[in-house]
């Protein structure tokens, strides 16, 4: 596996700050009075930031300023919140390479991957500020005469967010946009390992001019997370990250009956039939398994291949796989980053080696990288392992990181039922040039994503974003369904015929 250059220093002289919680519009330490550092995964002596480790006592004060910023936010009509929402997304544009290259520093994905992820943020916050002239309700014509009768939907209050680490700008904004153009105010809880650009995007919107108190920030790990969720005065929780946290999520947020918004894991798969076009699946599956080092919830950790390509295929993915440039992202010749942290390597690690003891041929990778450039950093081996059986732990499990399983099946209906054998429920694709086959496994496959001849990774902000099973709750990110989250509706009846009319009830004519 080739290796590239180090850490383009330029960023090393830049002066290290240290941050606060943003509450009520201002930078306050944590009441604690502890901080995290954050250092880059790709090379720990960058130190990035110092940042705030709150616990519950910044979550009160930071709840109690998003709800008393609340009335005039929600009063303030929703084009003119639209329009904050524009000039936020302006800034993102201007800002665009700047907080990209933070993102890279702080989560390790290469550039052109951190660009996007900003330009998600860009795509949601332009998509949202529209929303400012629609979130449209219904009218329907009343059962009785001189009657009118609409639908509308109301914000909830102080929404909670809860953010993981590998999509760091581009998740915030997916809650943050929705939530605030329908007139609720945010708290959000960055993900420990990617702080700034969450603060980047609440600079973006401060500097777009949102008030002070409806954005509202604080850093820090599981307890702030928790204490988040299960406060009574946030109405709404959305939360994005691993099905185990979630489910406690879940659990805080049902005794108060919350509105609870769950995006989970994945362990997805990509379906390759005898009559692909080989060198495209090939390719996405190579972007789909280790865009991101594997530390998407889309991963294509999981090919499926028709047994008469198997062969071919997996000699190509594998020559393919082994020249991938692994090293730090900011270096624009990288192909794939490092892990986010020391305890990911670690559990990719131990993948590795469940996969062996499994059964599982290993054809390439299998182990960290730890010398020269790497020394200093989370790196790990492209990793393919190939004659995998579906009940294996490679092949069921989420990993989260460079490993892909190769599963050879005899037909599409074999494929379908591997496919859909797991516990999550993502993104799925198949590549094929049977339009038969293609439609069979889209009606098929049991997931809130699918894709025909490309990877499992590509959604855009203006189709609904989630999973089935364990991957999500029924709720869906992204595009007018995120709206749902956020809001409640109202059904509101009038009656303009000046006397007691009862619906639904007799009424003589
Ligand atoms: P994680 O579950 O460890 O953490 C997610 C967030 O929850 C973090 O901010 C964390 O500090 C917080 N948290 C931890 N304990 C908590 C608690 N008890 N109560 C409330 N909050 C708590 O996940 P991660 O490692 O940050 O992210 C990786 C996971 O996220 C993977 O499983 C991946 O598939 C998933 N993910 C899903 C999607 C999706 O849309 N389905 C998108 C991205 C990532």
Redesign the pocket.
């Known amino acids: 596996m080739e290796s590239a250059g180090g850490p383009a220093t330029a960023e090393r002289s830049v002066e290290v700050r240290n941050w606060g919680n943003f509450i009520g519009g201002k930078w306050v330490p944590a009441a604690s009075g502890r901080t995290l550092e954050n250092r880059n995964p790709a090379d720990q002596d960058d130190l990035i930031g110092v940042f705030a480790d709150s616990g519950a006592q910044d979550v009160e004060q930071a709840v109690a300023a998003a709800r008393a910023a609340f009335p005039a936010w929600r009063a303030l009509p929703a084009p003119k919140r639209g329009e904050i929402l524009y000039r936020c997304a302006e800034i993102l544009v201007r800002r665009k390479e700047e907080f990209a290259r933070d993102a890279t520093r702080e989560m390790g994905k290469v550039l052109a991957e951190t660009r996007g992820d900003v330009q998600e943020a860009i795509d949601m916050t332009y998509y949202m500020a529209g929303e400012g002239r629609r979130q449209f309700g219904q009218t329907t014509p009343s059962e009785l005469a001189n009657k009118f009768q609409m639908s509308v939907r109301m914000p909830v209050g102080v929404a909670g967010l809860?953010?993981?680490?590998?999509?760091p700008m581009a998740?915030p904004s997916w809650k943050m946009m929705p939530a605030l153009v329908l007139g609720n105010t945010v708290v959000i809880?960055s993900?420990?390992d990617t702080p700034l650009s969450t603060v980047n995007l609440i600079e973006a919107l401060t500097e777009a001019g949102l008030p002070a108190g409806v954005v509202n920030m604080v850093s820090g790990?599981?307890q702030p997370?928790?204490a988040l969720?299960a406060h009574p005065d946030v109405g709404v929780v959305s939360f994005?990250?691993?099905?185990?946290?979630g489910r406690?999520?879940s659990e805080a947020c049902a005794s108060r009956f919350k509105h609870c918004h769950l995006?989970?894991?994945?362990k997805n798969v990509i379906m390759v039939m005898d009559d692909a076009n080989l060198e495209l699946a090939v390719d996405g599956a190579l972007w789909g398994g280790f865009g991101t080092t594997g530390q998407r919830?889309t991963a294509a950790s999981r090919v499926v291949l028709h047994k008469d390509v198997y062969s071919r295929f997996a000699e190509r993915f594998v020559e393919r796989a082994r020249a991938l440039r692994v090293g730090n992202g900011l270096d624009e010749r990288i192909e794939m980053g490092p892990l986010i942290n020391q305890a990911q390597r670690d559990k990719v690690e131990m993948y590795a080696g469940v996969g062996r003891e499994e059964g599982a041929r290993l054809l390439c990778g299998g182990h960290r990288l730890a010398g020269g450039d790497h020394a200093r950093g989370f790196f790990f081996e492209a990793t393919v392992f190939g004659d995998c059986a579906p009940a294996m732990r490679v092949a069921r499990e989420?990993i989260?990181g460079p490993v892909v399983s190769l599963i050879p099946v005899g037909s599409l209906e074999e494929a379908i039922e591997v496919g859909n054998s797991v516990d999550y429920g993502?993104s799925a694709s198949i590549y094929t040039q049977d339009i038969n086959k293609a439609f069979t496994a889209m009606r098929d496959m049991y997931t809130g994503i699918f894709y025909v001849n490309a990877p499992t990774i590509g959604a855009e902000t203006h189709l609904p974003?989630?999973?089935t099973k364990n991957?999500?709750n029924g709720h869906r990110?992204a595009c007018v369904q995120a709206l749902d989250v956020f809001s409640e509706w109202k059904s509101i009846y009038i009656d303009y015929s000046g006397h007691l009319q009862r619906a639904q009830i007799d009424t003589p004519e």
């Open positions: 809860i953010t993981p680490w590998n999509f998740i809880k993900a420990p790990g599981g997370g928790a969720a994005t990250g691993s099905t185990g946290t406690k999520v995006e989970m894991g994945g919830c989420e989260f993502l974003f989630g999973g991957t999500g990110e």
